[in-house]
């Protein structure tokens, strides 16, 4: 019995719609890869990953959803936790490492994708939920930091890794400038001096 092309998206832990997911997800990275993500349409996702143009619109929506999708799944599993023994060290790391991954092809299609993207509620869902898992994902590094004294107890760990990473965006994607080691040094060396004179944080009133 098939499917009606209006049926609502249904996910399954596994069987055919795990072997879907993986294939189409399989077939986007490697699009991205090869032509960028300004280039990759459904019609060649359904061709690479030999389902059906209305099983993915069926699952995913639209094209954004698609990319945006898989972008933010594969980053997931790109950009390690760093532990040098240093806030200094870690912080570096987690910039340098961000620097590469925005170079490669996915990198710089999830930046573009997560600019650009119109939302909806499915986006902005997604936007939100990756980055929380990548706050909570970072929030050691200033855990770190605090139990060996380099940084104050009440760090606002959101705020230090915003204040990292938004610099190497703005210049990824703005002004196309080079984000080299004596960039990240000063960045690095910035955050942490204003992170250790900041003033304590007020508690949210109800």
């Known amino acids: 019995m098939t499917e009606p092309e209006n049926a609502a998206p249904q996910r399954r832990p596994g069987g055919r719609a795990a072997k879907v997911t993986e294939a189409v997800h399989r077939a986007v990275l490697e699009a991205v890869t090869e032509q960028g993500v300004e280039n990759v ?58 620097i590469g991954y925005l170079d490669t092809p996915l990198g710089d299609g999830l930046a573009r994708a997560l600019a650009y993207v119109v939302d909806s509620e499915e986006i902005a869902e997604a936007r939100n939920t990756f980055w929380e898992t990548r706050y909570r994902a970072n929030q050691p590094i200033i855990d770190r930091a605090v139990v060996r004294g380099e940084l104050p107890p009440d760090t606002d760990g959101r705020l230090a890794i915003e204040l990292l990473i938004a610099p190497i965006h703005f210049r990824h994607l703005l002004t196309r400038r080079p984000a080299d080691a004596a960039f990240v040094d000063t960045l690095v060396t910035s955050i942490l001096g204003a992170m250790r004179t900041a003033p304590a944080k007020r508690p949210h009133r109800a």
């Open 41 to 98: 349409g459904i019609p060649d996702i359904s061709r690479r990953a030999g389902v059906r143009d209305s099983s993915i619109y069926r699952r995913w929506g639209t094209r954004e959803n698609l990319i945006l999708d898989v972008l933010l799944t594969a980053s997931e599993l790109t950009l390690p936790l760093p532990d040098t023994g240093t806030a200094h060290g870690d912080l570096t790391a987690f910039a340098t490492a961000l």
